[in-house]
């Protein structure tokens, strides 16, 4: 696993490169290594993980019937779910790299969104951090996670549009891929897990 140092290393470059500076990517490992353990970026988001699940708890047990149940099944669903939301977008990235002409760019892609994903999570933590510890702030945080919803979409556009060679309408597709099939995914699999409140 990355140690910490590793990790601020990596968003170092993360940050050269959605401000479209091509060093970004001397401070990456884009290796075959590189790429594999990239994905050790889901585990350093479980913290965060962890602050929007507690949240999304209490959201769902004060609009449930009193005596709804969301124990540890509760938590383990949510990880679940925002572990195929974290892994769908890369497998369709991966697979539709042949037919759309970006097969050597894929790599780096995985790698660089990884990566990205982690100060995504962090950030999309604070509003529900605060809607958790002061409830009467809700619709502040809504607002809020509008913002930083919209802003991951900004940047993953620079990101991805760095990573095929500044091709803006495939890094714009790309950028679709990412943001549509994890939100389609998670809505539907909170339905069937019945983590959504109804």
């Not at 507690?54 to 099944?73: C, H, K, N, Q």
């Not at 702030?137 to 990573?163: E, K, N």
């Not at 060679?165 to 495939?170: E, F, P, R, V």
């Amino acid at each position: 696993m990355p140690a910490f140092d590793e990790v601020l290393y990596y968003l170092t470059g993360i940050w050269h490169l959605v401000r479209k500076q091509q060093d970004g990517f001397g401070w990456l490992d884009l290796s075959w290594r590189g790429l594999v353990r990239s994905f050790w970026a889901f585990v350093w988001s479980l913290p965060a993980l962890a602050v929007i699940w507690a949240s999304w708890r209490i959201y769902f047990l004060g609009r449930m019937p009193e005596g709804t149940g969301a124990g540890v099944d509760f938590v383990f669903k949510m990880f679940v779910i925002d572990a195929i939301g974290w892994m769908l977008p890369l497998a369709l990235v991966a697979v539709l790299a042949r037919p759309l002409g970006y097969a050597q760019h894929v790599a780096t892609m995985i790698i660089a969104s990884n990566w990205i994903g982690v100060p995504f999570a962090y950030a999309t933590a604070i509003p529900f951090a605060i809607s958790l510890v002061v409830p009467a702030f809700s619709a502040f945080s809504g607002l809020l996670l509008y913002a930083v919803f919209g802003a991951s979409i900004a940047l993953q556009y620079r990101l991805l549009w760095m990573c095929v060679g500044k091709q803006s309408l495939l890094a714009a597709t790309l950028t679709a891929l990412f943001v549509l099939p994890p939100l389609l995914a998670g809505q539907g699999l909170q339905v069937l897990f019945g983590t959504l409140p109804v």
